[in-house]
């Protein structure tokens, strides 16, 4: 059994509590927290909460797939009806198909999730709909855009929206403030977070130095260091092949090092998740090992937590754009005790800068090796 | 409080008065040898009208739970209802105190101790079955089963029972269910248990000085480190969590290399393999591979483990350790009835004929709860006899009936044979006491 879920009331600090119980039956409300801070836990739990009071059309939102996989595996642990999860996606084809309302998705994500919001407005802004959903709970709701956000709020009775600004990895420009407002301003900051060690935070910390927008979350960890000391290190090797065999390697050791839990292979690239893939399908690893293994694109990997995390191909990560590194820092929380990076090559200068924070600092150069003198600093 | 008779059986039956029997001229002259019981009663009546408690040795067990069997099928078996115990077992149960005797104060070490012994023999045998197994997924189901399990409960109400008794009890109740034959595991439990209790006082190794706590563990650490050269892996293993493994497997690696005492290299691996992550068990699977080699290593690895400051058994391993601890605590009181189907005793009696479960009545289908002491019970599977296998698979045509048949008269017939043997020496024991008395 893996450990990302609780297992009882003693598991929650009192935030967390607050967020399940405090709040009356019939409120909206946001709950905001870094990530580890049991944002998608509290949203599951809140929502067994709401079927324990009759309230039982509830739908729990997620952004991509994988999460939505995610959640329903959480819902299995806590005993909730897995059909219950499902894509924002998924909703609003579901509703455009209950109101006749044709449709022609394209394959193109951006552009699919567009035209739905946009086809769902104007319907609602036709005909006057009642909220049909007594309660909608939207994991990662930064990452959605107004229009959605508005066609979410119409939809429900109550509307519980789960978010932390540092993990926006899409490109949406949504209103500062609408997610509070759109929450009939009821809000729970969640104060701690559980999921990745310290060092593990000390360098997901230098890699978004804007501190205004992505306050400090080595302060507010209570991963238990003592017991598993963190560890996050970075590796070079010739090619991405040479990379996924090396991360195999550690695979093997790891999957009796952490019996039971599910350890995150994670990339930038669709094309080296697909590699990655290939390799462990000729692995020696045996149905219930490779179970255990997720791989992943870093976009994917929203909302998921391994023990452990390796992160390959780090070379591509330049060619990301705007959002790279906060897609980095968004796979380095993935991991609880340990984050492994590979590169073949180079890697953007912000991550061997984020690293050096775990580094003793280097003595001073000598002014001779500055004009290239090797032996100057021996 | 209870209150002693001393009674016949048709007395014990008659709701404890007195068998008044009004000869007539055709009475039988001839004198009947009439067993007589100490029998122990409540003063309240809770409708069963047996004793609580009939305390008597060995041969009148014999000539109790045959006539029983024999002539009052209806309260057979009698141990369902009334425990049957010898004056040893009933010595320390004190029947006839005014007060209820006072629970013994927690002994935190011995509970550690039990419950890494029940989990060590549960895993044992599970890994020499060749099967995998995860520290969360030890079935409790299979715990309670284990040697240790009826070691634990005994010895927390008999503290002055001795282990090897138990271990023979518990190993002819496995026979007259016909379990398999007792596991390697189970040797180990008595071998640990009797470390433990001091009942076994030969140490020969470093390894049962520390079982008699006369090492301390990090005196037991350094006698690792220098016999293995382990000073590097000492140290690296408290460090990063993620290279824990690897540093565990050099230490592998250089035991399997040494020429120490097998006890020693077993107890080592296991050491640093809880060092891992000290009290969780969450390592045994690393331990697979050298269960064949070292049979005692998952007992050491879940010793090591029970005795860590982090163990913790109101949490650990999903509740299983909560749930061994409440069977081997919880209150035992002389004033209720027995629990179990039948006791080890009274079914070494009546397994002489074939068993039906409508004499039984067990519990559950296929499953007998059998006492090994009042108090101490033990839920066994009732196996196929491995006589009645082995006809099953060399001769499938054979009817089954006959072999139980064959089995029925040779029980017979071995019965006659050991009631032959003995009854000379029965016959003092069956002279009518109230006789001699007066």
Known sequence: MTSAFWIGEGDLDEFQVDAVKGIPEDASFMITGPAGSGKTNILLLRSKWLIYKAVSNIKIVSFTSSLKDFIKIGSGQYGLPVENSCTAMYLFREFLNEYDVPFETIGNFEEDRAMLSGKISSLLADNPIDPIYEALLIDEAQDYSDTELHIFRALAQRLILACDSRQSIYRVAQTQGLIEKLAEGNRVDLKYHYRSGYNICRVAEGLLMDKVTYPRISGSSKYDEKSKPSSIIIKSYDSLQDQITAILDCLKGELELYPGERLGVLFPKNIQVAEFQNKLAASAFDQEQRENICCFTLHASKGWEFTSVHIGGCELLSKMGAVQKRLIYTGILRGKTSVNLYYSGNVPGYIDSALRVLSPPPSDPSFGSLFGDQNADS | ?438
């Open chain 2, 1 to 438: 409080m209870l209150i002693r008779k001393s009674q016949t059986l048709d007395e014990i039956l008659s709701s404890g008065k007195k068998n008044i029997s009004s000869g007539d001229l055709f009475s039988s002259t001839v004198n009947r040898q009439v067993a007589l019981y100490q029998c122990f009663w409540t003063k309240r009546d809770d409708g069963i009208r047996l004793p609580l408690f009939v305390v008597a040795d060995s041969i009148e067990f014999e000539t109790l739970f045959a006539d029983v069997s024999t002539f009052y099928q209806n309260i057979s078996p009698l141990s369902a209802y009334v425990n049957v115990c010898s004056e040893e077992v009933a010595s320390q149960l004190f029947l006839e105190s005014k007060k209820n005797p006072t629970p013994a104060k927690l002994d935190d070490k011995k509970l550690r101790l039990d419950i890494a012994l029940i989990l060590g023999e549960a895993v044992t045998d599970t890994f020499l079955l060749q099967k995998n197994i995860v520290a969360a997924n030890i079935g409790y189901a299979v715990c309670t089963q284990t040697l240790a399990a009826s070691i634990a409960r005994a010895t927390t109400l008999y503290p002055k029972v001795k282990r090897s008794d138990i271990s023979e009890r518990w190993a002819l109740a496995r026979r007259l269910t016909n379990q398999e034959e007792v596991g390697e595991a189970a040797k180990f439990v008595a071998y640990f248990s009797e470390n433990f209790s001091g009942e076994n006082s030969y140490r020969s190794s470093i390894t049962s000085r520390f079982l008699h706590d006369e090492v301390s563990e990090s005196e037991l650490s350094e006698y690792f480190v220098n016999a293995f050269d382990l000073r590097v892996e000492a140290t690296k293993i408290k460090e990063v969590y993620n290279a824990r493994m690897s540093v565990f497997n050099s230490v592998v690696e250089k035991v399997y290399q040494s020429n120490e005492l097998s006890e020693v290299k077993s107890a080592c691996i296991a050491y640093f393999c809880n060092k891992i992550l000290p009290g969780t068990m969450n390592h045994v699977t690393s331990l697979k591979a050298h269960a064949e080699k070292y049979p005692d290593v998952v007992f050491w690895y879940m010793v090591f483990g029970c005795l860590s400051s982090e163990f913790d058994y109101r949490s650990s391993m999903s509740g299983i350790c909560l749930k061994l601890a409440r069977d081997i605590l919880k209150p035992f009181s002389i004033e209720e009835r027995p629990t179990c189907d039948v006791s080890v005793d009274e079914l070494s009696i009546i397994s002489r004929v074939a068993m039906k479960a409508s004499v039984l009545k067990p519990k559950a289908h296929r499953t007998v709860v059998v006492s090994l002491l009042p108090g101490v019970d033990v839920e066994l599977s009732i196996g196929i006899p491995e006589a009645v296998k082995k006809t099953n698979s060399d001769m499938v045509e054979v009817d089954s009936i006959d072999s139980q048949k064959i089995k029925s008269l040779l029980f017979d017939a071995l019965d006659l044979l050991s009631k032959n043997k003995y009854s000379k020496g029965k016959s003092s024991k069956y002279t009518n006491k109230n006789d001699g008395g007066n």
